[in-house]
């Protein structure tokens, strides 16, 4: 057991304060950050990590990039060391007090309003008493969001993730170009597909996203350009201005499946093919010290989702 620090001759530069900003670095990346930009508390946290370095003794806990000073590889581990016990800590503490203990889940609205939601009860059963808690963020957030502890699971795509994180491969995401079946005449682009959405009108996301940038740049390899007659803010919606009968538009096959056969058709474009990945459900090594439900939940998760992605849209 550690022994150091226990008693008051060899406690001093050691303290749970000076712990948890080296958390809050590790969380933020570097100083300045962890501080907000405030240079004051940037100070106050970096005499913090003096502290620890004085109290270990001959370790560096620091490291430079440039003009940023974020953690070296002994200071990231001592981070870790030390969130999982606070965070335990802080977990004991609500048990004490009554506080429901949560898992939180990062994933983007169109996965938790049509693949999450829809199977929630089979999700509430596998968390064995915590609260669940559904945190709606942009795919390109998720990753960070989970370094900083601000969520527990993220469900993202496999391209966005490094090695350090758990992970379970939830099932292949497929993109498919849906149009109204009776609306235009769609026998004449048999020979060329995609010449719909710089033809017809096209519902598609507003800004300027990855999957809309890809398309923009596979039409201007056609020397054509994407009607974008319609943007919307999320996937969703996309989904409702096909069903209303007046756009086409490229959608994942997990939400296009949700149109009728009947009434609206279906094209498979292996141009499209780049736009396919996997999407993955992925947790922090240190959360299962101090969360053992993770993994249950996860498991509970890849089955919703392994249904949902392999249904045919």
């Not at 890809?214 to 996937?235: H, Q, R």
């Not at 056969?261 to 996997?278: C, N, P, S, T, V």
């Not at 996860?298 to 089955?303: E, G, P, V």
């Amino acid at each position: 057991m550690f022994e150091k620090g226990i008693d008051k001759a060899t406690s001093k530069n050691f303290s749970l304060g000076r712990l948890r900003s080296l958390v809050r670095v590790k969380r933020a990346g570097y100083i300045r950050k962890a501080a907000n930009y405030n240079d004051s508390i940037a100070s106050m946290i970096s005499d913090d990590i003096t502290n620890l370095e004085m109290f270990f003794g001959k370790v560096s806990l620091r490291s430079k990039d440039g003009r940023l000073v974020g953690l070296s590889d002994d200071g990231l581990e001592l981070a870790n060391i030390a969130e999982t016990f606070l965070t335990s800590m802080q977990n004991f503490q609500d048990r004490i007090d009554g506080v429901e203990p949560n898992i939180v889940i990062g994933a983007g609205e169109t996965f938790l309003t049509n693949v999450l939601l829809p199977k929630f009860d089979k999700l509430k059963d596998s968390s064995s008493g915590n609260r669940i808690r559904l945190s709606n963020m942009r795919s390109s957030d998720l990753p960070d969001a989970l370094d900083r502890g601000e969520v527990d699971l993220i469900i993202v795509s496999e391209k966005r993730l490094n090695k350090k994180h758990i992970k379970r491969v939830l099932g292949k995401v497929e993109y498919k170009l849906y149009a109204p079946a009776h609306r235009w005449d769609l026998s004449k682009y048999s020979k060329s597909r995609l010449d719909m959405i710089s033809e017809l009108p096209f519902a598609t996301l507003s800004g300027h996203g990855e999957r809309k940038t890809f398309v923009e740049n596979l039409m201007a390899k056609k020397g054509k350009t994407p009607t974008n007659e319609l943007e919307c803010s999320s996937s969703v919606e996309v989904l409702e201005a096909v069903r209303s009968g007046c756009f086409c538009a490229i959608l994942p096959t997990f939400l296009g499946q949700s149109l009728s056969q009947k009434d609206f058709m279906r094209f498979q474009i292996d141009a499209l093919k780049e736009m396919h990945g996997k999407l993955c459900i992925v947790w922090r090594k240190e959360t299962i010290n101090f969360k053992h439900e993770i993994e249950q939940v996860a498991l509970s998760i890849q089955k919703i989702v392994k249904e949902k992605l392999t249904t045919k849209g």
